[in-house]
């Protein structure tokens, strides 16, 4: 539905999750390179073309401190999107139980029922206290989470660095997640799309690397978010053989292999990068660095405005609570929550766009998250200078 | 993927697995290059889920005018990864646990398992050989359904038949009659049909590739689905296509949104402007369309001959680029174990490559389990290759020839 209406070139799309900015110029010649190789124009490996799934192995070996299989502990599906469907299908069965950490990526819901599951919803809760709050502050209460975990659990759905919330999970964190999926034998589908937008006094860090966790866990990556071509629609699922082979099940019988000459474009572009982890140039460090300046600047312009945005450790999104703007929206429809309301009213009044948060959560939740939008911050200079006057006039028009 | 293994290790000359050997045709290579280093960036962003609005509009444009019919790009048409996963979304929102799917044998080996993972029961009928006229080689239009036996398959629990014309791997384009037959039937028991087409421009000797969604009372209840990589040889590009009516599509909608949401921006944008290309070109001799069919012909021609000239009986294919040969005289070189699970013709292919050097598929492998002794004495090659390719298979099996008349 947001989606339509962030196609209107008046508004400024703050809206959905994907970059204005352009891709790093190596990955598009890259691309251009493989398209010339006949070859590279039909099909590949089911699983995942040699050399990007070499590539892969390579890079997460490093991250990961561990040896790991190209064959058989990676699958390279269409997006990260394919990789949570090859995941879901191929583990969740009938009657399992999925714990789902709310505000959620709105696929994971409707991908758990596919495969006949019930989902468990849990929500992040905010501490009290703090002035300018931060994704940090967003947290899991672990007596609450122990309570969710049953005999029927199969599987929790981890997020970090978090859509929306940008809350990077620290250590300690992962820790009592990682206790309760070993003491009920449950598995973990963590989702680290943004793993390498992380902000500075911040660590991603896998919980397929904590003790016991690496036999349970399927981890999901995205070269649409490493490298801002969600277009490219390629990510993977990284776990253990006897997981990973099933997957690769799935996988065979849906699509069975993905687009050649952009998965050799993307191998290429993670050499590049693999040579150069250790250098501060890398794409991996120099892209969150970029948007760590459009992060502040965002959140100054909201609080300018006398918004209270809550500052994200990680990803490219930022959360607002709008209720202190005391819009009143009372006379519009009564049965939508109040942000979809006021999304609907800044769209039209405004011409600026955003998620409701709303829609990140499962239905016992959505009172608690109402007051709160989406922005994304991954656009040009452009995008967020028109988005400034916008809200610099905000207060002149509402007076 | 145990042939394409074999064929990785042992093959010098790879007829397997179905896919060219030749490039995609310059036009869409240079649209390829313009999309992804234009100016417009986005292009390597997110495009609309259902399908990139440009190449949404030509298919919509252009299968219109071939089915006579006004197309809307945004309900009649969605966009795929691939005709596989066309098929996918097909079975999954078309078919609920307990329906049978009639499924024409040989067949496209990724049809059952796709019924049975949606719940469904897939129930088989055989195109069946008519001995050819004599001195004749046999045509793939000697495989024929039998009329009383398909419509004897039809029961109150079916929910689709699935047609493949042209059909993987036999070529057979099936004729209006045969079409009209199937259509009968489908209006009959209100039965709806998956069409697949990707080889639709595949077709040989002046032959009519006809649309079943064309006949009456076809459009409602059916789905066409199409493919880039086997239209512009191109099928490592991964973009493929369905076509039908808005009540049908709006459940295929469902479920890619639910399973892959979007496909990559880049190839759509290349595969929309080779499009519209062919579009201005329609029918006439620089369209690629024309051109792909009457080069493909030449080398089935050529393969035709060669295997005719060492005793490996063809059946001469009235479309597609696969050809299926009766390797009947050549079992003196592979024993019968009459005991063995494995079908003679698998065993025949797997030592043909590790012993010949030359890449097959069993044509049993195109059939379900009960089934796959039933014509278990042909192989299928691909001739999507180039010259030189075809000439080095050529040159095996002239070898192997002379092996075996020699003392």
Redesign the interface.
């Known amino acids: 539905e947001f989606t339509k209406v962030a196609a209107d070139p008046s508004i400024v799309n703050l809206g959905q999750g994907l970059p204005d900015i352009s891709p790093p110029s190596y990955v598009k010649e890259e691309l251009a390179k493989a398209a010339a190789v006949d070859r590279l124009n039909q099909y590949t490996r089911g699983f995942g073309h040699p050399s990007l799934v070499k590539a892969l192995s390579q890079v997460y070996e490093r991250v990961c401190g561990r040896k790991l299989d190209p064959l058989t502990d990676i699958l390279v599906t269409v997006g990260a999107y394919g990789s949570l469907f090859s995941t879901i299908q191929a583990l969740i069965e009938e009657g399992d139980e999925v714990i789902i950490i709310e505000p959620f990526y709105d696929c994971y819901e409707p991908m758990v029922k596919m495969a006949g599951a019930k989902p468990v919803f849990i929500p992040l809760r905010y501490k009290n206290g703090g002035n300018s709050a931060s994704s940090a502050d967003w947290v899991l209460d672990p007596a609450e989470l122990a309570t969710k975990f049953n005999s029927k659990t199969k599987a929790i759905i981890l997020n970090t660095p978090h859509n929306p919330i940008g809350k990077v999970f620290t250590r300690e964190e992962l820790q009592v997640i990682a206790d309760l999926c070993i003491k009920h034998d449950t598995l973990c589908i963590s989702d680290e799309v943004y793993e390498w937008l992380v902000y500075k006094g911040n660590k991603h860090i896998k919980i397929a690397t904590l003790p016991g966790m690496w036999e349970r866990t399927i981890t999901i990556g995205s070269a649409g978010k490493t490298y801002s071509v969600t277009g490219w629609k390629l990510g993977w699922s990284i776990g253990p053989q006897n997981l990973i082979k099933h997957l690769q099940v799935v996988h065979q019988n849906t699509l069975y292999t993905c687009p050649t000459p952009l998965q050799e474009a993307l191998a290429q572009a993670f050499w590049i990068d693999y040579k150069r982890m250790d250098d501060p140039d890398c794409y991996f460090y120099s892209l969150s660095r970029e948007l760590e300046i459009k992060r502040d600047r965002m959140a100054q312009l909201l609080q300018e405005v006398g918004l209270k945005p809550v500052v994200p450790d990680g990803g490219y999104f930022m959360i607002v609570d709008v209720s202190t703007l005391n819009v009143d929206l009372s006379d519009v429809d009564e049965k939508q929550p109040y942000d979809y309301k006021f999304v609907k009213w800044m769209i039209t009044s405004k011409k600026l766009s955003a998620i409701p948060l709303s829609a990140f959560c499962g239905p016992a939740t959505k009172r608690q998250f109402e007051k709160y939008i989406r922005f994304c911050f991954i656009k040009k200079d452009s995008t967020l200078d028109a988005a400034e006057v916008i809200l610099k006039n905000w207060n002149k028009q509402t007076a | ?1 145990e042939f394409v293994k074999l064929a990785a290790t042992y093959s010098t000359v790879n007829l397997g ?1 179905g ?6 045709p310059d036009f869409l ?1 240079e649209a ?2 313009r999309a ?2 234009g100016e417009n ?7 609309r889920a259902f399908g990139h609005p440009p190449l949404v509009k030509i298919l919509a444009q252009y299968f219109g005018k071939l089915l006579g019919r006004d197309l809307d790009p945004m309900t009649n048409v969605m966009v795929t ?2 005709a ?2 066309a098929l ?1 979304c097909c079975f999954q929102a078309l078919v609920d646990e307990g329906d049978e799917v009639i499924i024409i044998e040989p067949f496209f080996d ?1 049809y059952e ?2 019924v049975k ?1 949606a719940g469904g029961m897939p129930v088989f009928v055989p195109l069946r050989p008519k001995a050819p006229k004599d001195g004749k080689l046999m045509s793939s239009a000697d495989w024929q359904l039998d009329p009383a036996e398909l419509a004897s398959k039809f029961s109150e629990r079916t929910k689709a038949i699935v047609l493949n014309s042209p059909n993987n791997p036999l070529g057979k384009v099936f004729s209006r009659g045969e079409l009209e037959l199937i259509a009968d039937l489908c209006v009959k028991h209100d039965v709806l049909c998956i069409s697949d087409e990707v080889y639709e421009w595949l077709v040989y000797d002046g032959k009519e590739h006809i649309r079943i969604a064309s006949l009456r009372g076809m459009w409602d209840r059916t789905v066409i689905i199409g493919s880039a ?1 086997k239209t512009f ?6 973009v493929g296509w369905t076509v039908g009516p808005n009540r049908l599509l709006q459940h295929l909608r469902t479920v890619h949104q ?10 759509q944008e290349a595969v929309a402007q080779g499009f519209q290309r062919e579009l201005e070109l329609y029918g006439k001799p620089e369209s690629y369309f024309v051109q792909l069919p009457k080069m493909l012909q030449q080398k089935r021609d050529w393969l035709v001959q060669s295997l005719d000239a060492v005793g490996m009986k063809p059946i001469v294919p009235e479309g597609t680029y696969f050809l299926v040969a009766d390797i009947s005289e050549f079992k003196s070189d592979v024993p019968d174990v009459p005991d063995s699970d494995e079908p003679y013709d698998s065993r025949f292919a797997k030592w043909m490559v590790k012993n010949k050097g030359l890449a097959a598929i069993p044509l049993s492998a195109f059939y379900c389990g009960a089934h796959k002794n039933n014509y278990n004495h042909f192989i299928r090659f691909c001739f999507a290759k180039e010259e030189a390719t075809l000439k080095a298979a050529n040159d095996i099996l002239q070898k192997w020839k002379l092996e075996k008349t020699s003392p």
């Open positions: 993927v697995q896919f060219p050997d030749f490039p995609p290579k390829f290059v992804l280093s960036h986005m292009l390597h962003q997110y495009t990864v691939g596989y996963q996918f990724c398992p796709m993972m990589g040889s191109a099928t490592g590009w991964k639910n399973s892959v949401y979007h496909c990559a921006t880049v190839a």
